[in-house]
């Protein structure tokens, strides 16, 4: 038995429409599976996000606590946020690491990326260090961060036992900075 390519195996895009636009939009892509089978995909469709592994100079992690509305609950988890329109991720990670912080970080690194299944846009992780609280907090319209400064252990613990938000990028950032 022949085993089909990746080429083989691609679904091909019949359509596409917005089925839902307000904070991010979901797009209903008509698809074609290689069999003939025609259906519909749901797709999330937002700006890449990118989530910092902010340590500071011994070695802690520099975290946000804050009301998350999918699990209805307050999380802890990297800081982060959207990927601005033409903005480099690297820049986005700065950003968002000030703003929700307060902490500005003497290096910043995009180490890895990953692609949910169901969304267009890629979630980046970058790792910053040096990080020091050097302004006040910058806030968007819709964020309640408090600062929680931890050590790696409490982070491990929490990640392991699915108490984060931003997993994924979590687990990829703490992989690439050997803290796993």
Known sequence: MTVPSDAERAWETTGEEVAYDGFFRVLRRG?????????????????????????????D???????????????????????????????????ELREETGYTAGSVEVVASAHNYSSTRPMYA???????????????????CEVVVVDVAT???????????????????????GLL
């Open 155 to 177: 982070v491990r613990g929490l990640l392991r036992g699915g108490g984060l938000g931003a997993i994924a990028q979590t687990y990829l950032a703490m992989d690439a900075a």
């Open 31 to 59: 698809v074609r599976l290689p069999d003939g089978t025609e259906g519909s995909w749901d797709l999330l469709d937002m700006a890449a996000t990118v989530a910092v592994l902010a340590l500071t100079p011994e070695g």
């Open 61 to 95: 992690l520099v975290m946000v606590r804050q009301f998350r509305p999918g699990p209805a609950r307050v999380v802890m988890s990297l800081p982060g946020g959207l990927v601005d329109a033409g903005e480099e991720v690297v820049d986005a990670a700065r950003r």
């Open 126 to 144: 970058a790792i910053a260090r040096d990080c020091v609280l050097a302004h006040e907090q910058d806030l968007d319209e819709f964020e309640d």
